[in-house]
Protein backbone atom coordinates (compact mmCIF):
# COMPACT_ATOMS: atom_id res chain seq x y z
CA UNK A 1 0.00 0.00 0.00
CA UNK A 2 1.23 3.41 -1.07
CA UNK A 3 1.92 5.33 2.39
CA UNK A 4 2.88 8.62 4.03
CA UNK A 5 5.20 10.62 1.50
CA UNK A 6 4.52 8.61 -1.61
CA UNK A 7 3.01 10.59 -4.73
CA UNK A 8 -0.49 9.64 -5.74
CA UNK A 9 -0.41 7.95 -9.06
CA UNK A 10 -2.09 9.01 -11.93
CA UNK A 11 -5.48 8.56 -12.55
CA UNK A 12 -8.62 9.65 -14.76
CA UNK A 13 -11.37 8.06 -14.00
CA UNK A 14 -15.13 8.87 -14.99
CA UNK A 15 -16.99 10.44 -12.00
CA UNK A 16 -20.95 10.57 -11.59
CA UNK A 17 -21.24 14.42 -10.56
CA UNK A 18 -24.61 15.26 -10.91
CA UNK A 19 -28.55 13.95 -11.31
CA UNK A 20 -29.12 16.45 -13.84
CA UNK A 21 -29.47 15.27 -17.38
CA UNK A 22 -26.73 15.70 -19.28
CA UNK A 23 -24.46 16.64 -16.51
CA UNK A 24 -24.65 13.37 -14.87
CA UNK A 25 -20.89 12.22 -15.60
CA UNK A 26 -17.28 14.12 -16.03
CA UNK A 27 -13.81 13.01 -16.22
CA UNK A 28 -11.38 13.40 -13.16
CA UNK A 29 -7.91 13.42 -12.69
CA UNK A 30 -5.13 13.55 -10.34
CA UNK A 31 -4.76 16.97 -11.74
CA UNK A 32 -8.37 18.26 -12.21
CA UNK A 33 -8.46 20.06 -8.74
CA UNK A 34 -4.62 21.44 -8.92
CA UNK A 35 -3.55 23.79 -5.98
CA UNK A 36 -5.83 22.01 -3.67
CA UNK A 37 -5.54 19.14 -1.30
CA UNK A 38 -7.52 15.98 -1.99
CA UNK A 39 -9.62 14.15 0.22
CA UNK A 40 -9.56 10.42 -1.13
CA UNK A 41 -11.81 8.14 0.19
CA UNK A 42 -12.78 4.98 -1.22
CA UNK A 43 -15.95 2.53 0.09
CA UNK A 44 -15.97 -1.60 -1.01
CA UNK A 45 -19.49 -1.28 -2.89
CA UNK A 46 -22.63 0.84 -3.96
CA UNK A 47 -26.07 -0.04 -2.51
CA UNK A 48 -24.58 -1.60 1.18
CA UNK A 49 -24.82 -0.26 4.38
CA UNK A 50 -22.36 1.13 6.46
CA UNK A 51 -21.08 2.89 2.77
CA UNK A 52 -24.23 5.59 2.93
CA UNK A 53 -23.54 6.49 6.37
CA UNK A 54 -19.94 7.71 5.21
CA UNK A 55 -20.60 8.85 1.81
CA UNK A 56 -23.61 11.38 3.57
CA UNK A 57 -21.36 12.29 6.17
CA UNK A 58 -18.40 13.14 3.90
CA UNK A 59 -21.13 15.18 2.40
CA UNK A 60 -22.71 16.72 5.27
CA UNK A 61 -18.58 17.92 5.92
CA UNK A 62 -17.68 19.24 2.37
CA UNK A 63 -18.30 22.75 3.25
CA UNK A 64 -15.77 22.55 5.88
CA UNK A 65 -13.53 20.96 3.79
CA UNK A 66 -13.83 22.96 1.09
CA UNK A 67 -13.48 25.90 3.72
CA UNK A 68 -9.72 24.52 3.93
CA UNK A 69 -9.26 24.50 0.32
CA UNK A 70 -9.77 20.48 -0.01
CA UNK A 71 -11.64 18.53 -2.55
CA UNK A 72 -13.60 14.89 -1.65
CA UNK A 73 -12.94 12.61 -4.00
CA UNK A 74 -14.94 9.61 -3.06
CA UNK A 75 -14.32 6.06 -4.88
CA UNK A 76 -15.42 2.65 -5.61
CA UNK A 77 -14.97 -0.15 -8.06
CA UNK A 78 -18.41 0.40 -9.02
CA UNK A 79 -19.12 2.04 -12.46
CA UNK A 80 -20.50 5.65 -13.04
CA UNK A 81 -24.02 4.00 -14.13
CA UNK A 82 -24.32 2.35 -10.62
CA UNK A 83 -23.21 5.30 -9.02
CA UNK A 84 -25.89 7.28 -10.50
CA UNK A 85 -28.09 4.86 -9.96
CA UNK A 86 -27.79 4.77 -6.18
CA UNK A 87 -27.81 8.61 -5.44
CA UNK A 88 -31.03 8.85 -7.78
CA UNK A 89 -32.69 6.10 -5.16
CA UNK A 90 -30.97 6.88 -1.94
CA UNK A 91 -32.17 10.39 -0.10
CA UNK A 92 -29.11 10.56 1.86
CA UNK A 93 -26.83 10.64 -1.87
CA UNK A 94 -29.19 12.70 -4.11
CA UNK A 95 -27.50 16.21 -3.69
CA UNK A 96 -23.87 14.84 -2.86
CA UNK A 97 -21.75 17.99 -3.20
CA UNK A 98 -18.69 16.17 -4.58
CA UNK A 99 -17.62 13.62 -7.50
CA UNK A 100 -18.41 9.91 -7.39
CA UNK A 101 -15.24 8.38 -8.87
CA UNK A 102 -15.66 4.72 -10.83
CA UNK A 103 -12.75 2.92 -10.70
CA UNK A 104 -13.83 -0.30 -12.41
CA UNK A 105 -10.91 -1.09 -14.04
CA UNK A 106 -9.41 -1.17 -10.07
CA UNK A 107 -6.43 0.75 -11.07
CA UNK A 108 -6.34 3.67 -8.71
CA UNK A 109 -7.53 1.34 -5.70
CA UNK A 110 -4.37 -1.32 -6.88
CA UNK A 111 -2.03 1.26 -7.73
CA UNK A 112 -2.70 2.37 -4.01
CA UNK A 113 -3.08 -1.01 -2.74
CA UNK A 114 -6.25 -0.61 -0.98
CA UNK A 115 -8.30 -3.99 -2.36
CA UNK A 116 -9.16 -6.37 0.47
CA UNK A 117 -7.31 -9.39 -0.46
CA UNK A 118 -10.46 -12.04 -0.79
CA UNK A 119 -12.96 -9.67 -1.55
CA UNK A 120 -11.15 -7.73 -4.39
CA UNK A 121 -12.87 -4.47 -3.07
CA UNK A 122 -11.57 -1.20 -1.95
CA UNK A 123 -11.49 -1.20 2.28
CA UNK A 124 -12.16 1.91 3.90
CA UNK A 125 -9.13 3.76 2.67
CA UNK A 126 -9.00 7.54 3.07
CA UNK A 127 -6.13 9.73 1.89
CA UNK A 128 -5.29 12.87 2.63
CA UNK A 129 -2.55 14.43 -0.34
CA UNK A 130 -1.48 18.07 -0.22
CA UNK A 131 -0.99 20.61 -3.32
CA UNK A 132 1.84 19.06 -4.75
CA UNK A 133 0.28 15.40 -4.81
CA UNK A 134 2.03 13.93 -1.84
CA UNK A 135 0.41 11.60 0.71
CA UNK A 136 0.06 13.10 3.72
CA UNK A 137 -2.14 10.90 5.77
CA UNK A 138 -3.68 7.66 5.02
CA UNK A 139 -6.48 5.71 7.24
CA UNK A 140 -7.18 2.25 6.26
CA UNK A 141 -10.57 0.50 8.15
CA UNK A 142 -12.12 -3.18 7.62
CA UNK A 143 -14.95 -3.64 5.30
CA UNK A 144 -17.50 -3.73 8.31
CA UNK A 145 -16.16 -0.27 10.38
CA UNK A 146 -17.22 3.10 9.14
CA UNK A 147 -14.39 5.88 9.83
CA UNK A 148 -14.39 9.30 11.71
CA UNK A 149 -15.17 12.03 9.19
CA UNK A 150 -14.11 14.99 12.04
CA UNK A 151 -10.63 13.06 12.38
CA UNK A 152 -10.32 13.75 8.79
CA UNK A 153 -10.97 17.01 9.46
CA UNK A 154 -9.05 17.25 12.80
CA UNK A 155 -5.75 15.82 10.37
CA UNK A 156 -6.12 18.24 7.47
CA UNK A 157 -6.15 21.20 10.13
CA UNK A 158 -3.57 19.74 12.18
CA UNK A 159 -1.21 19.21 8.65
CA UNK A 160 -2.38 22.48 7.47
CA UNK A 161 -1.08 24.06 10.43
CA UNK A 162 2.65 23.11 9.34
CA UNK A 163 3.17 22.93 13.82
CA UNK A 164 4.08 19.98 15.85
CA UNK A 165 0.28 18.89 16.83
CA UNK A 166 0.41 16.77 20.45
CA UNK A 167 -2.42 13.81 20.58
CA UNK A 168 -5.98 14.94 20.51
CA UNK A 169 -4.56 18.43 19.05
CA UNK A 170 -7.71 20.62 17.66
CA UNK A 171 -7.98 23.81 15.80
CA UNK A 172 -7.43 26.51 18.39
CA UNK A 173 -5.05 24.82 21.01
CA UNK A 174 -1.38 25.40 21.04
CA UNK A 175 1.13 23.41 19.00
CA UNK A 176 4.03 21.90 20.18
CA UNK A 177 7.43 24.09 21.18
CA UNK A 178 10.92 22.62 20.80
Request: proline share 6%; charged share 25%; net charge negative.
Amino acid sequence: MLTVGDRLPSFRLTACVSLEKGKEFTPITESSYAGKWLVLFFWPKDFTFVCPTEIAAFGKANARFQERDAQILGISTDQEFVHHAWRTHHPDLKDLPYPMLADTKRELSTALGVLHKEEGVPLRATFLVDPQGVIRWVCVNDLSVGRNVEETLRTLDALQSDELCPCNWKPGEATLKV
